[in-house]
């Protein structure tokens, strides 16, 4: 992997990212450390100069001022001069005697003597902490302090600990978290490598492996594959209903240039036969181009209607005048069931005619002779119902998701172009309703469109056109 390449990486920022908290956990911890030793070697030099105290006092009371000297000069030559002081005043603040370093004499002590011993904290020019007690001793005033130079050493010693273990700590951290990330990453990467390869052969057939440990990844992975699985039963579908178009067209095309070069070689009412058939033909052609057209248009949002309000009565009429007919050929029983009251739509005439046409005319093609197919709207909660039942051989469980799927042509019935049921979706869709199905293999099927209601036309003129486009 090239450098610039690898800074860009995930793995890399997750790597860097696990360094980073890494060092803040540690930053926190040290901080942590340090606050409670130092607590903890403060409590324990206080306890110290507790025993100091109690000592002091003893001896006073029982050798006065010249052995409360030798046990100050003791004291000194024990921890070194500039590591203990001890100086007695009188009331007046006359210094009685003093022992230690005179710089201890410039810290900033307290002006009053308090009733019993009290401690301070003080710092040195060199940084080094004072510890410091002030008491009452009989009528003097006693000023006692010792260096905290141990723990300032020791707080050093853990200092340098830390400093060494969290570096080197941090050191493994980025090589060992880039090669936690680029694991947990690899799902990805062979995700990124099999589209690749898939963009390159135009094989769908190829799956990301699974690691088999049932984690998000492999999880990730396996809807990946199923993606992968349903983009290619889409495509070959797809690929399939392509190649029929393209002969449908091709045909159709032959048909005409057929039609045209024999209307070319005829003359009289057999010329205007053949044009008549060319016309015919063209608006085949034609349709099928503004049914793929509406459909793209509709899926995308980009489908222009031509709303008005009209009552449902009028579109069920429509719908009977044309197959009544065709239901008496047919030898089946149909039904066209009005609403008890006018119910007024608000939408495209033209279009949503067109859905419950291919509606009706799916239940013709799949319902048996002497069955019924039956037509019914109903009106709850100001949405109206349109119910398109039928007697046919009814649907799978696999195939009632798919049959509203563009080019989709089932397994049973007759074949079409698959178009039909997408473009009802679609025109229903567009209008803010919604359409579904429900449906058992053997016993027919039922397909209910919903659509938002609208106020009674107060007028007897034809249906009011009140938005264009």
């Given at each position: 992997?090239?450098?610039?390449?690898?800074?860009?990486?995930?793995?890399?920022?997750?790597?860097?990212?696990?360094?980073?908290?890494?060092?803040?956990?540690?930053?926190?911890?040290?901080?942590?450390?340090?606050?409670?030793?130092?607590?903890?070697?403060?409590?324990n030099?206080d306890?110290?100069l507790?025993?100091?105290?109690?000592?002091?006092?003893?001896l006073?009371?029982?050798?006065?001022?010249?052995?409360?000297?030798?046990?100050?000069?003791?004291?000194?030559?024990?921890?070194?001069?500039?590591?203990?002081?001890?100086?007695?005043?009188?009331?007046?603040?006359?210094?009685?005697?003093?022992?230690?370093?005179?710089?201890?004499?410039r810290?900033?002590?307290?002006?009053?003597?308090?009733?019993?011993?009290?401690?301070?904290?003080f710092?040195?020019?060199?940084?080094?902490?004072?510890?410091?007690?002030?008491?009452?001793?009989?009528?003097?005033?006693?000023?006692?302090?010792?260096?905290?130079?141990?723990?300032?050493?020791?707080?050093?010693?853990?200092?340098?600990?830390?400093?060494w273990?969290?570096?080197?700590?941090?050191?493994?951290?980025l090589?060992?978290?880039f090669?936690?990330?680029?694991r947990?990453?690899?799902?990805i990467?062979?995700?990124?490598?099999?589209?690749?390869?898939?963009?390159?052969?135009?094989?769908?057939?190829?799956?990301?492996?699974?690691?088999?440990?049932?984690?998000?990844a492999?999880?990730?992975?396996?809807t990946?594959?199923?993606?992968?699985?349903r983009?290619?039963?889409?495509?070959?579908?797809?690929?399939?209903?392509?190649?029929?178009?393209?002969?449908?067209?091709?045909?159709?095309?032959a048909?005409?240039?057929?039609?045209?070069?024999?209307?070319?070689?005829?003359?009289?009412?057999?010329r205007?036969?053949?044009?008549?058939?060319?016309?015919?033909?063209?608006?085949?052609?034609?349709?099928?181009?503004?049914?793929?057209?509406?459909?793209?248009?509709?899926?995308?949002?980009?489908?222009?209607?031509?709303?008005?309000?009209?009552?449902?009565?009028?579109?069920?009429?429509?719908?009977?005048?044309?197959?009544?007919?065709?239901?008496?050929?047919?030898?089946?029983?149909?039904?066209?069931?009005?609403?008890?009251?006018?119910?007024?739509?608000?939408?495209?005439r033209?279009?949503?005619?067109?859905?419950?046409?291919?509606?009706?005319?799916?239940?013709?093609?799949?319902?048996?002779?002497?069955?019924?197919?039956?037509?019914?709207?109903?009106?709850?909660?100001?949405?109206?119902?349109?119910?398109?039942?039928?007697?046919?051989?009814?649907?799978?469980?696999?195939?009632?998701?798919?049959?509203?799927?563009?080019?989709?042509?089932?397994?049973?019935?007759?074949?079409?172009?698959?178009?039909?049921?997408?473009?009802?979706?679609?025109?229903?869709?567009?209008?803010?309703?919604?359409?579904?199905?429900?449906?058992?293999?053997?016993?027919?099927?039922?397909?209910?469109?919903?659509?938002?209601?609208?106020?009674?036309?107060?007028?007897?003129?034809?249906?009011?056109?009140?938005?264009?486009?």
């Open positions: 992997m090239r450098p610039k390449s690898l800074f860009r990486s995930l793995a890399f920022r997750l790597a860097t990212l696990y360094a980073l908290l890494f060092l803040g956990s540690l930053v926190g911890l040290f901080g942590a450390v340090h606050l409670i030793l130092s607590q903890r070697l403060l409590q030099q306890q110290d507790q025993e100091d105290l109690r000592e002091i006092f003893t006073y009371e029982r050798k006065g001022l010249p052995g409360l000297k030798d046990l100050a000069a003791a004291e000194a030559r024990e921890k070194g001069p500039g590591h203990y002081f001890f100086r007695l005043r009188d009331a007046r603040k006359r210094v009685i005697f003093i022992e230690g370093s005179s710089w201890f004499s810290l900033p002590w307290p002006e009053k003597t308090p009733a019993v011993p009290t401690f301070y904290l710092r040195a020019p060199s940084g080094v902490k004072i510890r410091g007690v002030v008491f009452q001793l009989g009528p003097y005033r006693a000023e006692m302090a010792v260096s905290l130079r141990f723990e300032g050493r020791t707080l050093r010693e853990v200092h340098r600990a830390f400093l273990s969290g570096g080197l700590a941090l050191l493994l951290t090589p060992l978290g090669w936690l990330s680029r947990s990453l690899r799902p990467r062979e995700m990124e490598r099999v589209s690749r390869e898939i963009m390159e052969s135009r094989d769908f057939s190829r799956r990301v492996p699974l690691s088999g440990r049932g984690d998000e492999d999880r990730l992975a396996e990946f594959n199923l993606l992968l699985s983009l290619e039963i889409y495509f070959r579908e797809l690929l399939q209903i392509f190649d029929n178009l393209a002969h449908d067209f091709k045909n159709l095309l048909h005409v240039r057929l039609l045209a070069e024999r209307a070319l070689e005829r003359e009289g009412s057999e205007e036969e053949l044009l008549v058939n060319i016309l015919y033909e063209s608006d085949r052609f034609l349709h099928l181009l503004d049914l793929l057209l509406d459909l793209s248009e509709a899926e995308t949002g980009l489908l222009r209607l031509r709303w008005e309000r009209f009552p449902l009565k009028d579109l069920l009429a429509e719908i009977r005048q044309v197959f009544e007919p065709l239901a008496a050929e047919k030898n089946l029983q149909f039904e066209v069931c009005l609403p008890e009251k006018e119910l007024v739509i608000l939408g495209d033209a279009r949503l005619l067109q859905a419950l046409f291919n509606l009706v005319d799916n239940a013709f093609k799949y319902t048996p002779s002497g069955r019924r197919v039956r037509v019914e709207a109903t009106e709850k909660d100001r949405m109206v119902r349109i119910k398109v039942e039928d007697a046919g051989p009814g649907l799978s469980p696999e195939e009632i998701p798919r049959i509203f799927d563009r080019f989709y042509t089932g397994r049973k019935g007759p074949k079409g172009r698959g178009l039909g049921l997408a473009l009802v979706r679609a025109y229903i869709e567009a209008h803010g309703g919604e359409i579904r199905v429900e449906s058992e293999p053997g016993r027919g099927s039922v397909f209910y469109i919903v659509l938002p209601q609208t106020s009674p036309v107060e007028t007897t003129h034809p249906a009011k056109e009140i938005v264009q486009d």
